[in-house]
């Protein structure tokens, strides 16, 4: 082996780790939702995809800077969440779980052919320019490293707000004992509400990081969303820790599959792995063994 | 009773008889449309039926697809031989993946999941061998270089329209087939409770594995067909995630507990999706799927039955208002 060998090897795993970063983001809102409320959002990668326009929009028409962009794209994904919940999920509370998953289903066309409509079929970009980081021969995007990092205090603030305020405790609760909790006096359709907007604006914080990556179109969404839903189940629906684990797992495979040959097969790669590993650790990477 | 039992034969006729009495291209292109992909929503729904909600057909389309216009421009080899090959293929992979699920009882939103896996896996191996498959580009099967019956290529309208009509019918013959079978009520027994039916002596894995390969089966057949037809396939119309949110709309729109309901929901989006094209040109792109979007959200929270499921429940309640004791509807 080659010195030059290993150097690109060491940028692919430090590049999967980066990537992980920005996945483990993805995975950390739509596990908010399945842990909860127990419903997939399959339509979640197309809200980041709304949020992204959203960011170019405000940067590039109204000239807003990015820092002030990024909290109104927060926010408004945030009601579009809530409003997600309110028109479809909530009417299908007591439906076949099949059927929620189904009309979110819907969701994503709706998303995605509204943008079509409204925005139409070009690639756009926000026209900002992270600069590329350079380490010993070595190239990162800041742009992922930016996303990495937001990713991890992401985490930190959800892990916080979950165990030390009242409506986190509230929400853990429910996703234990949906039943009891609504005799204990907690108001079961206001912490799902919250959670919805929650996850919305987990999301619309992806979309802000992600638009300084990835060029914006209507079915950017289907880049990222089925890789999405897979780390999720490979962690463990509603599991956080094992989410974040799963994206790291998957973004390596993805990384270090694409070194060798195309990226394509590295997507293969992890597509296989994850059917693979649905049958060794049906519950997920981290569960417990019964 | 006595027309009941004939209206079929004589819808059968009627239909038969159509594209030599009436041929405008046009229309026909449409009607050969609707009929192949009714047939492909049916094999969908010999699933979907039994609560197996697979987001993994838009795989076996392509691998329906792909197989038979690879081995023909590869190989040579006629669609007559490459359409058995490339459905063998499709049932291959359903077994290998859904043995395990069905084993492990993997079932409900992971079940979905992992069919989802499935068909992102075949969308990515026809992009990334590129080299053969012409990747995202699309691919073209070679225009016939003698016989077109062996090349199974058509110029005719009519010959098109009469194929897909004589495999239409087959996918209702399979369905009455099936309704009329044993598994049925051991299919429905296990969507209602799977511990319960593997209690009462029915082999699960085996039944659900059963419909996976017929439905595997069928999805890939109507890939070929429609690559046939069309001689044009790309990863995004044959295989890939938005062909089986179509499929499973379409069949959830017309209603997959009856037998003509995928058909229903196939007349009304090509239909949908045509008129629209006309009347906005260029300009409906997206309006379509937005469209189609709105109403699954509506269908499944109004209307769960579908359209067509819907009408055939209030004509049987009404008519027999006293059947409440004889085993429902299939549902």
Known sequence: MTDIFDIYLLEAVVNGILLGGVLALLALGLNLIFGVIDVTWICYAELVMIGMYGMYYLVQYFGLPYYLAAPLTILLVAALGALLHLLVIAPLLSAPPINQLLATGGVLFVLQSFATVAFGIDFRNIGIRLPVLQFAEMHFSYARLLAFGAALTGMVLVYLFMTRTYVGTAIRAIAQDRQIMALMGVDTRRIYLITSALGGALAGFASCLLVLQYDIHPFVGLSFGPITFLICVLGGLGNFVGGFVAAFVFAEIISLGGLFSDLEWGYVLAFAFFIVMMFIRPAGLLARRR | MKLRQLSPWMAGVALIALPFVYRDPYHLHILILILIWSFAYTSWSMMGRFGLVSLGHGGFMGVGAYVTALLWNHLGVTPWVGIPIAMAAAAVLAVIVAYPCFRFRITGHYFV??????????????????????????????????????????????????????????????????????????????????????????????????????????????????????????????????????????????????????????????????????????????????????????????????????????????????????????H
């Open chain 2, 113 to 330: 999941l992992v069919t989802l896996a499935l068909s992102g896996i075949v969308l990515q191996v026809i992009t990334a061998t590129r080299d053969y498959t012409g990747g995202s580009l699309g691919y073209t099967p070679d225009r016939t270089k003698g016989s077109h019956l062996l090349a199974l290529q058509f110029d005719d309208k009519v010959t098109w329209y009469l194929i897909a009509l004589g495999v239409w019918a087959l996918g209702l013959a399979v369905w009455r087939w099936v309704d009329g079978s044993m598994d049925r009520y051991a299919l429905e027994a296990i969507s209602e409770d799977e511990d319960a039916a593997a209690a009462a002596g029915v082999n699960v894995t085996v039944e659900k594995l059963k419909i996976t390969v017929i439905s595997a089966l069928m999805t890939s057949l109507a890939g070929a067909l429609y690559c046939q037809y069309q001689m044009f396939i790309s990863p995004d119309t044959v295989s890939g995630i938005s062909v089986s949110l179509q499929m499973v709309f379409a069949a959830i729109v017309g209603g997959l507990y009856v037998s003509l309901g995928p058909t229903v929901g196939a007349v009304i989006t090509i239909l949908l999706a045509e008129v629209l094209r006309i009347g906005f040109g260029t300009k409906a792109v997206g309006w379509d799927n937005l469209v189609y979007g709105v109403l699954l959200v509506v269908f499944i929270i109004f209307l769960p039955k579908g359209i067509l499921g819907s009408m055939v429940e209030k004509l049987k309640t009404q008519a027999k208002p006293l059947t409440s004791r004889r085993p429902s509807a299939p």
